[in-house]
């Protein structure tokens, strides 16, 4: 039995789109639901720092993963994707986009949901990164100045539905043409 | 030590995190003008890495912009207290315009 569970590509694509997507995701709800739940307008309770503190990690955490999953998914994962198979290739299932440009009916996968997928993803690293940085130089103030709350809420809200939508957009194409 | 720097009258000054906000939101756009700019084949930035092809230099060229636009803010911004609702606005905006310029049905109203 030598035959590979998982071939490297694809376990490259899973830590892109489900360890460190996914990850971020789920970091997101917190922080958001965090951001709605903790504010507080007495700074000085033991509690709010506390609670402030973890805040600042979650949002920090977010950050690096949202980084992480633009990075891989730029530089590991989208050059096999992109790969020109040699002329008269007809098995294309190694060269997804080909792949994917091969059939009209999911042509639209590359033409739209890819050049999203290209470019989103590192929108929503940019607003994660200005969230954490806030919430570590300000900490507790986060939680007790309605301005920046609210700010800090729109932002990472923008940013749950841009990573939302491109890892759907990721399924799609997964589904279709996975990187194996 | 960030802390006092920001503080101000006792009261912590907000132009750290208004300059944080208003960098991503400059990032945000930068990343849709490279795009844009690029689909119009008005302007492109020379490949950085060749197997990811012009991703790579559109990205990291926005991403650079962000980073110098959050840098000169911040250094100008930090320790004053800055009137939030016009930069609030200006980044969204910004965030907006960006994120739209990434969707390819806009590109083709070129």
Not at chain 1, 55 to 62: G, K, N, P
Not at chain 1, 123 to 140: C, E, G, H, K, Q
Not at chain 2, 1 to 6: F, I, V
């Amino acid at each position: 039995m030598d035959t590979m569970l998982f071939t490297d590509r694809s376990i490259w694509t899973m830590i892109h789109g489900i360890a460190l997507g996914g990850g971020a995701l789920m970091g997101l709800s917190a922080a958001l639901f965090s951001l709605r739940a903790m504010s507080t307008a007495d700074v000085s309770d033991v509690a709010a720092q506390t609670q402030s503190r973890c805040l600042a990690w979650l949002t920090v955490s977010i950050a690096v993963a949202l980084w992480l999953t633009v990075l891989v998914g730029t530089y590991i994962n989208f050059p096999p994707y992109r790969a020109t198979p040699p002329a008269g290739l007809l098995d294309l299932s190694q060269y997804p986009r080909s792949l994917i440009q091969s059939d009209p009916g999911t042509v639209w996968l590359q033409s739209f949901a890819m050049e999203i997928k290209e470019h989103v993803p590192w929108i929503a690293a940019m607003l994660a990164t200005a969230v954490a940085f806030v919430s570590v130089r300000y900490r507790s103030k986060l939680l007790s100045d309605a301005q920046l709350r609210s700010m800090s809420t729109a932002l990472l809200a923008i940013c749950f539905v841009l990573v939302f939508f491109v890892a759907l957009l990721g399924i799609f194409i997964n589904k279709v043409a996975p990187l194996e | 030590m960030a802390a006092s720097e920001d503080r101000k009258n006792g009261e912590v000054a907000n132009g750290a995190a208004l300059a944080s906000f208003l960098g991503a939101g400059i990032g945000a756009f930068a990343v849709g003008v490279m795009v844009i700019l690029s689909e119009a084949g008005l302007f492109v930035v020379p490949t950085l890495y060749a197997p990811a092809g012009g991703v790579s230099s559109r990205t990291t060229s926005a991403a650079l912009i962000w980073v110098i636009g959050w840098a000169v803010l911040h250094s100008r911004w930090k320790g004053r207290q800055i009137e939030s609702r016009r930069v609030h606005a200006v980044t969204m905006l910004l965030i907006g315009l960006g994120v739209l310029l990434t969707f390819p049905p806009v590109w083709k109203l070129l």
